[in-house]
């Protein structure tokens, strides 16, 4: 899943560059595996709530190595204690080694101090699944919030982090918001630091 | 002579020690390691700000007892790396160097899809990696 994109087709097998370090999985071989998670885990549950946590567990998982991972390889290795960092490091470094770029906006939700949101215009998990009407809300990504929530838990910033659909006028598939909620020790640690 | 390399979770729970010496009681060493986490967790809590910046990750030389130095690493997920040797002149960047090769092994080990954070790393792969990396510092 790490820089997903094309395959470049090469004529002459001698013209291909040494590999170096940077890994491109092709797009659609992804999408048949995440397809295939999908289907699997949805012969196993009843409803659309045991679906979506199942996915969110998947996710977690593979956000607590993705973390540990980028913590590696990061130069300047610096452990993200305030807010805004760890939130700017999810956006741009994790979404970068993920998707192949950043994600499309980060926001301060305005009801509540603990919400914030990142949104995408179109999930990368997203892009070759369409949601019966029948199943309501339900949104594959699950598995993305799940990701963001195991990078967060695992840098020491609890939260709860869903994901949902937001339709905008003018585009035809609503666009992905993932809302991360933190939880209280978080906000409290905040408020102290930034003394 | 590196005599003891110690991973701990950021519980506070061990999840790899492993000691290269038959000479020393094993048990004195984990001790030792027991110890040096209060040194960390000090350290982390009160931050010098003269110096030191609160997100480094190489905590250096935690506390010298009689016969070994003890030094600290601490990663973004406050997993800690504890490094137990008995050299009398030990450099700066050959520590750096080594805390930077562990790391490397150690995300190598959690990578793994069938290692459950939180519990004891069993990979014998990350046992054989460590190994090496402790046989090559002595030579540099």
Sequence with gaps: MIGVGKMKQYSNVLDKPLSKGKQEVSLTAFAFLFSELVQYNQTQVDNIAELERRLEDAGYAVGSRVLELLCNREKGNRRETRLLGILSFVHSTVWKVLFGKVADSLEKGTEHEDEYMISEKELLVNRFISIPKDMGTFNCGAFVAGIVKGVLDNAGFPAVVTAHFVPIEGQQRPRTTILIKFAEEVLKREARLSQ | ?140
């Design chain 2, 1 to 140: 002579m590196i005599v003891c390399v110690a991973v701990v979770g950021h519980q506070n729970n061990p999840l790899y020690i492993q000691s290269f010496t038959e000479a020393d009681d094993a048990l004195k060493l984990h001790h030792i390691v027991h110890c040096s986490l209060d040194v960390i967790e000090e350290r982390v809590n009160n931050p010098k700000k003269s110096g030191t910046t609160l997100n480094e990750a190489f905590l250096g030389l935690l506390y010298p007892t009689v016969n070994y130095k003890v030094y600290g690493y601490l990663t973004n997920t406050k997993v800690k790396f504890i490094l137990v040797t008995t050299d009398l002149d030990v450099r700066d960047t050959d520590v750096r160097s080594f805390f930077r090769k562990f790391h490397a092994a150690y995300v190598d080990a959690v990578s793994n899809p069938f290692h459950v954070p939180g519990k004891k790393i069993t990979s014998r792969t990350f046992a054989q990696t460590v190994s090496n990396i402790v046989g090559s510092y002595g030579l540099n």
